[in-house]
């Protein structure tokens, strides 16, 4: 078979399964969720052999540092897959649940109802636990989901997807409602980009070169490309606070989309803060990189070009800038941002108010940390991705940015005159 027959085969076969899925009790979808999560547990040592491979295959090519980081699956992240699939299970069911419902002066009574999508393709790059955060979420909101995850972590991937392959069939439900695409060739996305027909939405997870190959996509797509984070120090900040905000949004896990690339501080309180920070950064491992005014306070900091204000590191790199005001905050933000995550620390309630209302952002934060931008965090569960569209979702999302809606009109004879 070609690559085109053979993708759209597998399209064809998830299309056949959305039908049941969509009709899928809540009872059925939480068994599956159940028999997944224990299988995770109980096939740890294989997942972590099938995980080798990939890292393995990573080091001959001469990968490391982060990609490595994201690529690797151990105790804790298999516990925390496996948790999150018990997450979601015991999260409501979405489908079928009234959004809003009233009642015309005619007596027609109008419902808005939540159902599912119908064919979610996940394409995804790295993170091998995203195969199973996509599919608990996508089939518990009664979808079913097609999975082409990277090169790169195709050994763990596979492995995965029997798993949730074994547990649908095990709760009664379609194997196929999770169709995961073995093949790695990129002409796959091509296929996929021009299947309207077989599905409803691809969300898309990764760097320039998938936003390159989805151009001009037939398919509509709620991307999670960018995360280009900011935290803001204000001149009204604990800089105490401060300090251990933007530690923990730049050193708790660099590699992920959440974490900070952009550090500014406003002018008033730069000589105080910038030097323990970047001690603090320094010891952390974090390259230091700064404008002209952050090199006079702190000289050991690396020159800034203006290519790293545009920069997404995802890695212990960090760019430094000086500010004289929350307005050159807010408009560096919007030029260099991606539209992610965006934090300031303040004391004052109106600047605070102003960032909040100005910096168009999926999630905006106030003295918290920017690596809170997470399904799991935000109690969802999981993530498919994080959304910075702004039509139809943005933000994590969780199950119910995995449906839409239709209205049910329920009447006693009314017509219309």
Not at 30 to 47: E, P, Q, S, V
Not at 69 to 78: H, V
Not at 105 to 110: F, R, S, V
Not at 112 to 119: A, F, M, S, W, Y
Request: glycine letters at 6%; aromatic letters at 4%; hydrophobic letters at 45%.
């Amino acid at each position: 078979m070609t690559v085109e027959s053979d993708t759209i085969a597998a399209l064809e076969r998830a299309r056949a399964a959305a039908p049941a899925m969509a009709l899928a009790t809540t009872a059925q979808k939480n068994d599956f969720l159940r028999r997944l999560a224990h299988a995770i547990r109980d096939a740890r040592a294989g997942i972590i052999r099938a995980n080798a491979i990939d890292l393995e295959r990573a080091r001959k090519a001469g990968r490391g540092g982060a990609f490595v980081e994201r690529l690797t699956l151990d105790d804790q992240r298999i516990e925390a897959m496996a948790a999150g699939v018990l997450q979601v299970e015991a999260l409501d069911d979405p489908v079928g649940t009234a959004i809003e419902k009233w009642t015309r002066p005619n007596g027609l009574k109008i419902e808005k109802i939540r159902v599912p999508i119908g064919v979610i393709a996940m394409i995804y790059e790295s993170r091998p636990n995203v195969t199973v955060d996509a599919a608990a979420l996508t089939l518990k909101a009664g979808n079913a989901v097609v999975l082409r995850g990277g090169s790169e972590a195709i050994s763990s991937n596979e492995f995965l997807a029997d798993l949730i392959a074994r547990a649908l069939k095990d709760a009664g439900l379609d194997s196929d409602a999770a169709t995961f695409i073995r093949n790695p060739d990129r002409e796959v996305i091509q296929v996929m980009k021009r299947s309207r027909e077989l599905l409803d939405l691809i969300i898309p997870r990764g760097g320039n070169s998938l936003k390159d190959a989805l151009d001009g996509a037939a398919v509509p797509l709620l991307p999670h490309f960018d995360g280009k984070c900011h935290t803001y120090v204000d001149r009204a900040a604990d800089l105490k606070m401060a300090a251990e905000i933007c530690v923990n949004a730049k050193c708790s896990r660099p590699s992920v989309c959440n974490s900070m690339e952009k550090l500014l501080v406003h002018r008033a309180v730069a000589e105080k803060f910038l030097p323990a920070v970047a001690a603090r950064m320094t010891a952390a491992g974090v390259e230091l990189r700064g404008d002209d005014a952050t090199r006079k306070i702190v000289p050991s900091v690396r020159a800034a070009t203006d290519e790293d204000w545009d920069a997404e590191y995802l890695d212990l790199i960090l760019a430094v800038k000086v500010v004289d005001s929350v307005d050159e905050a807010i408009e560096f933000i919007a030029r260099h941002g991606s539209h992610l995550a965006d934090a300031i620390v303040t004391n004052d309630t109106q600047t605070a108010a102003r960032f909040e209302r100005e910096v168009d952002s999926a999630t905006v934060y106030v003295n918290a940390s920017t690596r809170f931008t997470d399904g799991f965090e935000f109690g969802f569960g999981a993530e498919t991705g994080i959304s910075t569209n702004r039509l139809h979702a943005r933000g994590p999302m969780g199950l119910n940015e995995l449906t839409t809606y239709k209205y049910v009109l329920r009447g006693t004879g009314q017509v219309r005159a």
